[in-house]
Antibody, heavy 122, light 108 residues
Framework: QVQLLQSGTEMKKPGASVKISCKAS????????MHWVRQAPGQRLEWMGR????????QYSQKFQGGVTITRDTFANTVYMELSSLRSEDTAVYYC???????????????WGQGTLVTVSS | EIVMTQSPDTLSLSPGERATLSCRAS???????LVWYQQKRGQAPRLLIY???SRATGVPDRFSGSGSGTDFTLTISRLEPEDFAVYSC?????????FGQGTRLEIK
C-alpha cells in the first residue's frame, strides 16, 4: 500500500532554513509526482509546489517561488522540501501529498504523509 | 487565483441528522474540478469526493457531492459519530490549486 513517511518535528529560528523529507513506498516512485501542502494553525491548506517523480521538473505556487525548493532522490524514493528565510508565519504542519499519475486526478490528493510540524520562533 | 469560501464556518448537528456544507468559488471551476476532504484533529486530510460528485474509494455512500460552476455542496445524509470533523474543499481547475477555509462540523 502507498505510504508517505515524513521526517520529524523541527524548531527553527527566524532566518534559518528547514529541509523536510518524505519517503515514499508501495508504488513506483518515478511514475508519480509529489506535492507539498502546508497548514498554518487555524488556517486553510496551501499548495506550495510539486515535483515530477520521473523528470524532476518542479512547479511552485507564485507565493512560494524563490523561497521553496523541492528535490527528489530516485534511489531513496524520497522527496525533499526546503524552505528558506523562515519567518514566524511559516510555522505550520507541512504535508507531502500524492495524486494519481496523470490527467486531472494528478491534483486530487488521495495520499498524505503524516505531516511535519515546523515551528519558527526566536 | 481562485478564492474558495465555505459556509458555514461551524455547523452544529446531532447524529442522525443531515448535513449540508457549501463551497463557493470566486470564479467558475473548470470541469467541476472540485474536491472535498475530511480532517480530524491531529490527522492529515482524507479524500472524500473528487470531480465534484465522485466518491473516493472506501467512502460511505452517505457522503455525496454536487454542484458546478461556482457553487458546490457536500451532503452527509445521516450523520454518524465519526463524521464530526473539519471539511475542506479544493479546486484543481486552475493553478494555483486553492482550498477553502474549512467548515467545522460539531456535535450539538
Amino acid at each position: 500500500q502507498v505510504q508517505l513517511l515524513q521526517s520529524g518535528t523541527e524548531m527553527k529560528k527566524p532566518g534559518a532554513s528547514v529541509k523536510i523529507s518524505c519517503k515514499a513506498s508501495g508504488y513506483t516512485f518515478t511514475n508519480f509526482g509529489m506535492h507539498w501542502v502546508r497548514q498554518a494553525p487555524g488556517q486553510r491548506l496551501e499548495w506550495m509546489g510539486r515535483i515530477d517523480g520521473g523528470s524532476g521538473v518542479t512547479q511552485y505556487s507564485q507565493k512560494f517561488q524563490g523561497g521553496v525548493t523541492i528535490t527528489r532522490d530516485t534511489f531513496a524514493n524520497t522527496v525533499y522540501m526546503e524552505l528558506s528565510s523562515l519567518r514566524s508565519e511559516d510555522t505550520a504542519v507541512y504535508y507531502c501529498v500524492r495524486g494519481c499519475s496523470g490527467g486531472s486526478c494528478y491534483w486530487v490528493f488521495g495520499y498524505w504523509g503524516q505531516g511535519t510540524l515546523v515551528t519558527v520562533s526566536s | 487565483e481562485i478564492v474558495m469560501t465555505q459556509s458555514p464556518d461551524t455547523l452544529s448537528l446531532s447524529p442522525g441528522e443531515r448535513a449540508t456544507l457549501s463551497c463557493r468559488a470566486s470564479q467558475s471551476v473548470s470541469s467541476s474540478y472540485l474536491v472535498w476532504y475530511q480532517q480530524k484533529r491531529g490527522q492529515a486530510p482524507r479524500l472524500l469526493i473528487y470531480g465534484a460528485s465522485s466518491r473516493a474509494t472506501g467512502v460511505p455512500d452517505r457522503f455525496s457531492g454536487s454542484g458546478s460552476g461556482t457553487d458546490f455542496t457536500l451532503t452527509i445524509s445521516r450523520l454518524e459519530p465519526e463524521d464530526f470533523a473539519v471539511y475542506s474543499c479544493q479546486q484543481y481547475g486552475n493553478l494555483p490549486i486553492t482550498f477553502g477555509q474549512g467548515t467545522r462540523l460539531e456535535i450539538k
